[in-house]
């Protein structure tokens, strides 16, 4: 038996004699599911069938101190995530469940978004400085024209962009003085969000000993200091960043599943409770739409709007704008399997957008409702570059353009451009990925917030010219993080358990337009976003 898997549970609670079938035990079998997002900290309990038996759900503040600039508490990060834990627990007992039921707890977390502590207090020394966070622009120009930068897509996967943790680390380095100073004592630590959790909810007291500063290959894939062949830090790309290692402390990478690695949460309704899983959100989407197999993929489209594809075990360095990242590492012998990755800043965010700032739609769930007060866009094409175009433009100085408004223009077109702003990026990473691999997908399996949108997957199912397969249970990516930690704790033995889970009561959207509607439209499309080049200068 590999060293981080546990024996399956015992048979128990039953009369001498009598035993139960496999899919009997998975029904009082539980693991539960920290999902840590850019808006949102949700605590989720699943049964061995995959099937959500309770949960908890908080908004947080997100912080938006400058153009460009977006931050989040990482405390009350931290004070989110054990809030949703007491509540849904409170929720799972008052069903008859007991705590002793619960067999681990797995965490999936917004990824690049980068959090710096004190090693002697435990304490934040900045704001966490989220993904979508632009302010590094300026310093990406500089770093791409130092020597070497030409190498490091090859090495980690990722392009120099604002978006991986390295930048951000750099700039707080060079302009917060609590940080530099933390650095050159050699008391600096540096963490993505899960590597922070797994920190305090492991007591927040820095030891020579025990699991409490750790990330997985998935999130550690993310930071551009990662090597993506030996999944450890790589000495060439820390030094391109000027990173000293002897300063600072960098969470130690290991297995997405692991039955110890992660430790123990050690207070709360849950306490002794093993953390058996860690997940990047996008990598845990994936996992839980039982993407296992090279060729499938998955569109998670929660505030941005993040496309995976399994290319197998050895890592596919794009050359159509993609990002090549570890898609899961399960350890116990099994090799780590790699994915091509395009990125989009905004998804949800961009009916947000629309919610807050003009008063367009009351309710996410009124998007449909509003978009269907029209039959088109009415020529309107919305480029929601916030924060930039990732995948497959990465086009950093570009801003927010929205074309084609005319008198006859309303609010119903706006709507329906924006969602079709997304439909039209995941088109375009599909066009690439179809360049990488070598054949286009026949399938896009699809889940978050703005997948319930039944209007925005027929426009995507319209718009990429393939199929688009949402099923009903759209917890997925707290389910990949629960899957992680299932299988490090024997509530499954391996992935073939997995075969039916989240299988019932999928929906299909086939494509209905023509192909010369489809193509006139992403044309359009394309036109509208080289016009949305170069709004970031310093004229």
Known sequence: MSSNTMPPLEEERLPSGITETAEEKKQHWFVGSIDQGTTSTRFLIFNGLGDPVAKHQIEFKNIYPHSGWHEQDPLELLRSVETCIEKATEDFCAQGHTVSEIRSVGITNQRETTVLWDKNTGEPLYNAVAWPDTRTTALVRELKTRDGADKLLDLCGLPLSTYPSSVKLLWLLQNVDSVKAAYDEGRLVFGTVDSWLIFRLNGGIWRQDGPIHVTDSTNASRTMFMNLQTLDYDDSLLSFFGIDRSKIQLPKIVPSSHATAFGTLT????????????????????????????????????TGCFLLYNVGTQPVISKAGLLATVAYDFGGGRKPVYALEGSIAVAGSGINF????????????????????????????????????????WIDDAKGTMFGITQYTKKGHVVRATLEATCHQTAAILDAMATDSGHALESLAVDGGLSNSDLCMQTQADLSGIRVDRPAMRE?????????????????????????????????????VTAESRASSRKRWELAVEMSRGWVSDM
């Open 476 to 512: 997925t990516t707290a389910l990949g993080a629960a899957i992680a930690a299932g299988l490090a704790t024997g509530v499954w033995a391996e992935l073939e358990d997995l075969k039916d889970v989240n299988s019932v009561g999928r929906k299909v959207f086939e494509p209905k």
């Open 267 to 302: 207070k709360g309704p849950l306490r002794n409770i093993p953390i058996a899983g860690c997940l990047g959100d996008q990598s845990s989407a994936l996992v839980g739409q039982c993407g296992f197999s090279p060729g499938q993929a998955k569109n998670t489209y929660g």
């Open 354 to 393: 629309l919610i807050n700032n003009f008063n367009f739609v009351d309710a996410p769930h009124k998007v449909d409702e509003i978009a269907q007060t029209v039959s088109d866009n009415g020529g309107v094409y919305f480029v929601t570059a916030f924060s930039g175009l990732f995948a497959p433009y």
